[in-house]
């Protein structure tokens, strides 16, 4: 979204205002919140990744730290630093990506 400034000079008092121009003033919501098909489709799609990367994460998690056996090698160890780490990456970036750019249209 961008919005287009016109100069007016006022030469009288030597300074300079900046107007909108007329056709983004009458705006209720502000321009471009209408959702179109592609901002349904990213949303859409994020919030599936979003969902299959909690669950997947979360089932490793549990299933890691519910079975003694699993936590004793070092491999499992990892692969649940990584599930962790997968997680914050879920809830932070993909949060602030496509998601928050869609809501904040609304």
């Known amino acids: 979204m961008s919005i287009h400034l016109e100069r007016e000079d006022n030469l009288e008092k030597n ?6 121009p007329p056709e983004t003033l009458n705006y209720v919501d502000g321009p471009d919140t209408t959702w179109t098909p592609a ?17 997947g994460n979360v089932i490793v998690i549990i299933t890691i730290v519910s079975c ?3 936590r004793k090698k070092r491999v499992n160890i ?3 630093n990584l599930a962790v ?3 914050m990456v ?10 928050g750019r869609v809501v904040s249209k609304s």
């Open 15 to 20: 300074t300079t205002t900046l107007v909108p």
């Open 39 to 55: 901002d349904v489709f990213r949303l859409s799609t994020v919030l599936v990744l979003m969902l299959l990367t909690l669950l």
């Open 68 to 70: 003694a056996e699993l």
């Open 85 to 87: 780490g997968d997680l």
């Open 90 to 99: 879920c809830f932070v970036s993909m949060k602030r990506g496509a998601v």
């Open 78 to 80: 990892f692969i649940l």
